[in-house]
């Protein structure tokens, strides 16, 4: 997101929505299929270098409280993308959130069936990156409901992506998990990790909330990492032409986007980070 993987319109608390942290998104009813071998190189020419300029200032992150205060760190030099490992190791490995580690187009959908009016909503209907383009929905009612899966996830019913819990516990054993989201809030999203994984892995987690998508190279790096998965295209994209290695969380709404390395579920990243 927005932290969100739908897309996000900063309404919370009465400020004007921030275009940097929108996620725009497409659901249709089926689902990408291919999946990049880890080895998988990058296509030369992929990113195009109207995505490889850098726009604005970054957003100030915050790290979770268990790892340090706010961090600034520097632009890294664009290079060529890396050929990807045939093994990803956990120390090295960050994850985006919205879409790839919580479920939150399913939250939004369940939510407008359920509490706004829209009880033929399904997955097939939203079509557009932007949720107002493809569905006869007050933007109000688009607002109010991601402002709900921003400010509290846990009593909004936010639900993990299938295996993710299962598989990030295994994970912590190895390294600890670093989560990197776009979301402009640390507290709500660091609370409803901390309720669904382990003890240990919530205590030795590391969390940075950006408030925007702009500048997450800036704190991969940062924070010692090289790999990261993300269900934004565009992220993806950027971070490659970095020199980081990205695959992108297979989405709806990143479909035809991109020729990255993909994953399609937490199965395919157990299997590239702890399988031979």
């Not at 205060?69 to 890396?82: D, G, H, K, L, V």
């Not at 033929?120 to 383009?133: C, H, N, W």
Request: net charge neutral.
């Amino acid at each position: 997101m927005p932290g969100l993987p739908i897309f996000v319109k900063q309404s919370l608390h009465g400020r004007a929505p921030r275009p940097q942290c929108e996620k725009n998104f497409a659901i249709t009813a089926t689902t990408a299929r291919v999946v990049a071998s880890p080895n998988q190189q990058f296509p030369d020419g992929a990113p195009s270098k109207r995505q490889g300029r850098r726009r604005g200032k970054r957003v100030p992150a915050m790290i979770s409280s268990d790892h340090g205060q706010t961090r600034e760190a520097t632009a890294c030099p664009a290079s060529r993308p890396p050929t990807m490992a045939t093994r990803v190791p956990p120390s090295q490995l960050g994850f985006d959130i919205d879409g790839v580690v919580a479920d939150t187009a399913g939250a939004f959908i369940r939510l407008a069936r359920d509490e706004y009016g829209f009880p033929g909503l399904r997955p097939s209907d939203i079509t557009a990156f932007q949720v107002e383009d493809c569905l006869d929905m007050a933007p109000e009612v688009v607002n109010t409901i991601f402002a709900r899966l921003l400010s509290d996830p846990i009593d909004n019913g936010l639900a993990p992506m299938s295996d993710a819990v299962r598989v990030l516990n295994e994970l912590a054993t190895a390294a600890p998990l670093t989560f990197i989201t776009a979301r402009p809030q640390r507290d709500p999203i660091e609370e409803w990790l901390r309720a669904h994984l382990a003890p240990a892995a919530s205590r030795a987690m590391r969390l940075v909330a950006m408030g925007g998508h702009d500048g997450k190279g800036d704190y991969i790096r940062d924070l010692g990492l090289h790999y990261f998965i993300d269900d934004r295209a565009e992220t993806c994209i950027r971070l490659a032409e970095e020199g980081l290695a990205p695959y992108v969380f297979n989405q709806p709404w990143n479909r035809g986007r991109h020729h990255l390395p993909t994953v399609d579920n937490w199965l395919a990243i157990r299997q590239l980070c702890l399988e031979d």
